[in-house]
């Protein structure tokens, strides 16, 4: 069954394991969202992947999101000659919606096959396929043979498959994917092979889209605008891949608008247009300029082409946006966060991004919005997303309306190889990382750094965390900020602090706001607080072992224990904390403590009055 594709230029797969007969259904008997309850294998995850980067044209792009064949074997066995069944990509192994449900252990290897037929269109064309995550090791082999391999859970890689294809008829896609979760010293977040707590059911092997793309023999891979609002300067970074001496990088920026669409006819008039040697930065000057921020997420439409000889040999469509964040001191000479050179508190949920169906993927485009959306209605201006990385499209949600964002680093452990201090700087230590985790570490959070630094909305990288595997701090708080100077480094969210490294103090205190250390030369906030439990019948994890750091029995007692600490909150802020992340966004699992219950179903709280605490904290800081 050929799948039919949301957005325009897509082709649709007709991969050969999408029958009607398909046998395909959600595995398990947990609850799951109502996005999952509309589920339609045939089309599943169908929207352009990288809304940043659009490549127009017809029939631009090929979805591989579907049901595919899957089986598992020993870590070291050889590719199965039958298979167990399907499983539906993008979902990990373990959820629901795999319709699997298994646990891949670290002795196992999770094999995948699909066919696809290539349209004629793309005869001339280079065949890129992109995996944007896959945890945690994968191997790539097209029609039997071997094409690469990448390690990583939470980044997206591509491969050119051009010299693997045959001249027609179906081509065969393999993939052997290991994942050792808690096994090893792999980045791997909240996952554990052992759930429980605060931490979670594993995930294992694709769990973001998979797509073709053709493209021409020199193509723009990726580009980064930077913007200096009191120049009224844009300038753009673009790679390209296969260029040449002489070659020619145009960018056409056009008039912005809030709600801009990649993919869509670009709006408004050209507002600036500048041209440099492929491999130099390209600078515009933008007259009147409109500032990005969470109360006018103002996005500028980019054109950009690579040129030979006056011809055009690739063009793409995407956005940019002036945004600066930095530091300002208040009138009590308090260190605040400035958006666009104006201070603004930041307040926001400490964000999961866990799924009951879906675990670390949501089950459609509309459920992924849909947690940004609500958490803006609900009066937040910033997300802390925690221990996790996102597909692409949630971060241009946080672009497109308006959401600031704290990124954190997946940690590689949550066991404590060294001491948490969270009272002082001086009794806290640093784990004594094997070379490999710290050769791992700098790898994969660099290629984070390197892949969503793009985004506007983010303002704030996190390296570590509660003190899980944190080592040699000052060195990752420098990796960090070589690899992004424009944005603020919140060196330990809750402890090690190192005095005086980075630009954030971090203090973490449960249930109520509480500051434990303070530093006049940074920036002090409060990482997390909260945690207000309210379990819900019906939608829950499990009946039982249910916990908060605080449970109630219904909403209106939750909601006035949320004021409370508002209150506090604002004494706090006049004292100088200049941010603030409430847990959580959502229940996990068996954690209540969402300002949601896990299948976002119900919202614990009014939200009219919620949403007016929130504003008031934010307004309390001058």
């Known amino acids: 069954m050929a799948a039919a594709l949301a957005v325009a230029g897509c082709v649709a797969c007709s991969c050969s394991s999408k029958d009607s007969d398909s046998t395909w259904k959600i595995a398990g008997d947990r609850i799951v969202t109502s996005w999952a309850e509309e589920i339609d294998p045939s089309n599943v995850e169908g929207e352009y992947p990288r809304p940043q ?18 089986a598992v074997t020993g870590k070291d066995a050889p590719k199965p000659s039958s298979f167990d069944g399907e499983i539906l990509v993008p979902f990990a192994l373990e959820s629901a919606l795999s319709g699997v449900g298994r646990r891949l252990t670290p002795d196992e290897a999770l094999w995948y096959e699909t066919t696809f037929d290539l349209p004629r269109a793309w005869k001339k064309k280079k065949v890129r396929i992109n995996f944007e995550a896959v945890d945690y090791y994968a191997e790539l082999y097209v029609n039997g043979k071997s094409v690469g391999d990448h390690s990583g859970g939470y980044t997206h890689f591509s491969f050119d498959i051009t010299p693997f294809l045959e001249g027609k008829g179906e081509q065969t896609l393999t993939l052997k994917v290991l994942d050792a979760t808690d096994d090893n010293t792999q980045p791997r977040g909240k996952q554990v092979s052992k759930p429980g707590g605060i931490w979670y059911t594993s995930v294992s092997g694709i769990w973001q889209t998979v797509w073709l793309e053709p493209v021409p023999e020199t193509f723009i891979s990726s580009y980064l605008p930077l913007a200096d609002i009191g120049k009224g300067a844009l300038s753009f970074d673009v790679d390209i891949e296969g260029q040449r001496s002489g070659d020619e990088v145009e960018i056409k920026v056009r008039e912005g608008t809030i709600g801009y669409e990649p993919g869509k006819n670009l709006p408004g008039k050209v507002i600036a247009k500048a041209s440099a040697f492929a491999g130099e930065r390209v600078d515009l000057g933008i007259d009147d300029v409109r500032a990005w921020s969470p109360d006018e997420p103002y996005l500028y439409p980019v054109e950009i082409s690579v040129k030979r000889d006056g011809k055009t040999l690739d063009r793409v469509t995407g956005y940019a946006a002036m945004r600066e964040i930095g530091i300002v001191a208040d009138n009590g000479g308090h260190k605040r966060m400035a958006l666009n050179g104006k201070s603004l508190f930041q307040l926001g949920p400490l964000d999961q991004g866990w799924w009951p169906d879906g675990l670390y993927t949501a089950p459609n485009d509309e459920a992924l919005k849909f947690d940004v959306e609500k958490t803006k209605d609900l009066g937040f201006n910033m997300i802390r997303k925690h221990i996790k990385v996102e597909p692409q499209r949630w971060y241009y949600y946080c672009d497109l309306l308006g959401m600031m964002v704290w990124q954190d680093m997946p940690s590689i452990t949550d066991s404590r190889f060294n001491v948490w201090a969270t009272r002082d700087y001086t009794s806290g230590t640093d784990w004594d990382a094997p070379q490999s985790a710290r050769d791992t570490y700098y790898k994969e959070w660099g290629e984070i750094i390197d892949q969503l630094k793009f985004h506007p909305s983010i303002v704030v990288w996190v390296p570590f965390n509660e003190a899980w595997a944190q080592f040699e701090t000052e060195k990752a708080v420098s990796f960090t900020k070589a690899k992004d100077p424009s944005r603020l480094v919140n060196p330990a969210s809750g402890g090690n602090f190192v005095e005086g490294l980075g630009d954030i103090l971090d203090n973490h205190h449960y249930p109520n706001p509480e500051m434990y250390v303070t530093n006049p030369d940074l920036v002090n906030v409060l990482g997390e607080y909260g945690g207000i439990g309210l379990p819900l019948e019906g939608h829950l994890w499990q009946a039982d072992r249910n ?46 403590n969402g300002l949601m219950t896990y299948d976002r179903k119900v919202v614990k709280m009014d939200e009219g009055r919620l949403r007016e605490i929130n504003k008031k904290i934010i307004s309390a800081q001058k």
Not at 53 to 70: A, F, K, T, V
Not at 563 to 579: H, N, R, W, Y
Request: hydrophobic letters at 40%; one cysteine or more.
């Open 53 to 70: 980067l659009y490549r127009p044209g017809h029939m631009n792009w090929m979805s591989l999101n579907g049901l595919w064949q899957y």
């Open 547 to 592: 916990w908060g750091y605080v449970q109630y029995k219904n909403g209106e007692e939750v909601l006035s224990e949320y004021s409370k600490f508002a209150d506090q909150l604002i004494s706090l802020i006049g004292e100088g904390c200049a941010a603030a992340v409430y847990t959580q966004t959502t229940d996990v699992e068996i954690e209540v």
